[in-house]
């Protein structure tokens, strides 16, 4: 099956940003293998102010500075008119107040083939543009950054991993959240540190026992840490492994 290759443009006053943190790990991976392409776009080469200012004070008065439309709408519409404006593509904006980053709306971005990640800086952007040309807010955390990159990174990073053939397939399936739940504890050598041993099942080379045990373990850790997220999963404390702990 053709692989399929993901298209995504940022926007950013800070390319640059987004160009380091694409050198390394799975971005480089996916860049390399060509299921990837980054175009960084800077909204400051669609200025039309003096000193390519993209900013501007905010209506009402109030803190900072505001990203203005014309300059983010001017450059959507390049990337847009580039892709003969079909509409396999998504807008997403950066921000605090987006849904939270999980599995259901990953998979839901990746139905199209090229995203457009939109990343603010200062207080924000005018939200006309958000309004015209904003299909999807995705939020990284409730907290406030300076600035959309670090959070556009954070998203790529989540999406490539479930790009088919990027990953082996065994990582994503096994990966905290995948199925919901927690991911069970990991060991490697040496199988004793500090006086601490590791369990027998996962040295026993019995694929069904540590099958059932790292789903067990997945139950328990999930149980300590999040018990908010099994609620989520239906009917949990009937499944075979959910043992009350
Ligand atoms: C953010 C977040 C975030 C807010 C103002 C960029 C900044 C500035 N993006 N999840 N949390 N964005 O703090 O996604 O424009």
């Known amino acids: 099956m053709k692989k399929k290759k993901l298209i995504i443009n940022i926007i950013t006053i800070f390319p640059e940003m987004i160009k380091s943190i694409s050198k390394f790990g799975i971005i480089r991976k996916s860049l390399k293998s060509k299921m990837l392409k980054i175009n960084c776009w800077n909204p400051r080469n669609f200025s039309s102010k003096k000193n390519n200012s993209i900013d501007d004070k905010p209506y009402g008065g109030g803190p900072g500075m505001i990203m203005s439309a014309i300059p983010l709408y001017k450059t959507i519409k390049k990337i847009k008119l580039?892709?003969?404006?079909?509409k396999d593509i998504i807008t997403i904006y950066l921000t605090p107040q987006g849904k939270k980053i999980n599995k259901k709306n990953i998979l839901r971005?990746?139905?199209?083939?090229?995203?457009?990640?939109?990343?603010?800086?200062?207080?924000?952007?005018?939200?006309?543009?958000?309004?015209?040309?904003?299909?999807?807010?995705?939020?990284?955390?409730?907290?406030?950054?300076?600035?959309?990159?670090?959070?556009?990174?954070?998203?790529?990073?989540?999406?490539?991993?479930?790009?088919?053939?990027?990953?082996?397939?065994?990582?994503?399936?096994?990966?905290?959240?995948?199925?919901?739940?927690?991911?069970?504890?990991?060991?490697?050598?040496?199988?004793?540190?500090?006086?601490?041993?590791?369990?027998?099942?996962?040295?026993?080379?019995?694929?069904?026992?540590?099958k059932i045990w790292k789903l067990k373990e997945s139950f328990k850790t999930t149980l300590l840490k999040r018990p908010d997220l099994l609620?989520?999963?239906k009917n949990y404390k009937k499944t075979k492994y959910f043992k009350k702990i």
């Open 109 to 210: 971005i990746l139905k199209f083939n090229k995203i457009i990640l939109l990343c603010g800086r200062y207080e924000g952007i005018d939200e006309r543009l958000i309004i015209k040309e904003v299909d999807k807010e995705i939020s990284i955390g409730d907290y406030v950054l300076n600035g959309g990159e670090l959070p556009a990174m954070i998203l790529i990073e989540c999406i490539i991993r479930f790009i088919p053939g990027i990953l082996k397939n065994k990582c994503i399936e096994e990966e905290s959240f995948f199925n919901g739940l927690l991911d069970y504890p990991n060991y490697t050598k040496p199988k004793k540190f500090k006086g601490m041993k590791v369990p027998k099942v996962l040295l026993s080379g019995n694929h069904k026992n540590i």
């Open 231 to 233: 609620k989520k999963i």
């Open 82 to 86: 580039l892709n003969n404006y079909k």
